[in-house]
């Protein structure tokens, strides 16, 4: 009851309202307003909670997919390196086949002369170094026992400061029983040659390989555009293909060129110097230096080793690997980030890594093509629509 004189507010009147007229039967508007909030919400976290468990499949799924992968890489390197080393080769000679064909001549005398040329210079460079690199294999242990007592007296003064820490912390050493004598090394000429049919026989698969390459490659990658259904794709394609086939060579061949003008170098330094078997080390040096860093690494090492054996005076044994020093720090810090420009330069994170993957996979080979392959790879990841992030994260 409301007092006599007394105005209700404006909020009784409404709950009195409320109080007076029911819903009608089946009429779930309220309840539906008040809890749709809340409905709202675990729909949300339902779509969440699904999406994560996708993500989480793919995930497993992509990983899945990548040991599978390098299992497989592993399992068929006997024929992968072939036909990736084939394919790089032909790459690299297809722009001097290709000038050939433009001026009348066909594709198959230009691919023979050319690698009839190539086959040669091969043939003879390895004629030329295949005698000094056995007669240093087989020569391997009498060379270690010349050279390590040259070693011995360089590090005499740091075994002698050792040998005096050694005794102020621990006491004067007991004497010790003679030391037993050292298991020599040998290495015979059927151990090196045992190999020669199999490396026969890659050389030969190769070199069909790069020939066939040459002559058909361009009616295979037409037989590859006519797959493709649209005409839009289709240029679309030919673009793509003809840009990496572009710069995948350019970057091929000039790095050739400058591995060789590198082995040039090093071997006139080296017979200026008086070194013993300037073109095999020459020659180590152009091979080595397709692997960076490690391989520069290697061949210093090596001519240090030798100048050390030839020469008795240390500042003369060292002046060879000195000088191989000074040439590959201007060949990496001057000539070849000129001549291949910056957007061919890679990280040296993402080279060092890619040298350990390739390497534990497919060994001495994996380490001297896996720089041009992760190249390669940055310059196609470039032109595909998606792959953009593989080139950005390894470029330098």
């Known amino acids: ?27 779930d508007a309220a309840d539906a307003d008040c809890e749709a909030p809340g409905a709202h919400g675990r729909g949300l976290q339902t779509t969440r909670g699904t999406l994560r468990h996708l993500r989480a499949i793919r995930v497993i799924l992509n990983s ?4 599978a992968l390098l299992y497989t890489v592993t399992l068929t390197k006997s024929l992968l390196i072939p036909l990736v080393l084939a394919a790089f080769l032909g790459l690299a000679l297809n722009p001097i086949v290709a000038a050939g064909s433009r001026r009348g001549l066909p594709r198959w005398l230009c691919a023979s002369v050319l690698m009839m040329a190539l086959v040669g210079t091969i043939g003879f460079g390895v004629s030329k170094v295949a005698q000094p690199a056995m007669g240093w294999i087989q020569g391997a242990p009498a060379t270690m026992k010349e050279l390590l007592p040259k070693f011995r007296n360089i590090t005499a003064p740091f075994e002698m400061a ?36 199999a490396v026969i026989a890659a050389m ?34 030919v673009v793509i293909v003809r840009s990496i086939q572009t710069e995948v060579s350019r970057y091929i061949l000039t790095t050739s060129l400058i591995n060789l003008s590198l082995g040039l170098f090093t071997a006139t330094m080296l017979w200026w110097l008086k070194m013993p078997d300037p073109l095999l080390w020459g020659t180590v040096a152009m091979m080595a230096n397709y692997i960076p860093y490690v391989g520069a690494i290697t061949t210093t090492t090596i001519l240090m080793m030798v100048g050390l054996v030839h020469f008795d005076q240390l500042g003369q044994a060292l002046l060879p690997a000195l000088c191989f020093i000074g040439f590959t720090i201007v060949e990496g810090n001057l000539i070849t980030p000129m001549v291949l420009g910056r957007r061919m330069r890679v990280s040296p994170i993402a080279i060092l890594l890619w040298l350990l993957v390739w390497g534990w996979l497919w060994g001495i080979p994996g380490a001297l093509l896996a720089v041009p392959m992760l190249t390669s790879v940055k310059l196609i990841t470039e032109r595909i629509r998606g792959w953009g992030w593989f080139a950005v994260m390894v470029q330098r």
Do not use: C, Y
Not at 167 to 193: E, F
Not at 207 to 235: H, N, S
């Open 1 to 27: 009851m409301k007092e006599p004189g007394h105005l209700p507010t404006r909020a009784a009147i409404i709950s009195d309202r409320n109080d007076a007229v029911p819903l009608p039967p089946g009429n």
């Open 64 to 67: 899945m997919l990548l040991l």
């Open 162 to 197: 050792n040998r005096a820490t050694q005794n102020l912390v621990n006491g004067p050493p007991s004497r010790a029983h003679p030391a037993a004598a050292t298991a020599t090394v040998s290495i015979s000429t059927w151990d090196v040659l045992a190999e020669t049919p």
């Open 204 to 237: 030969l698969t190769v070199t069909l390989l790069v020939f066939f390459f040459l002559v058909f490659g361009d009616t295979l990658l037409r037989r590859l555009v006519e797959i493709v259904p649209d005409f839009q794709a289709k240029r679309h394609a």
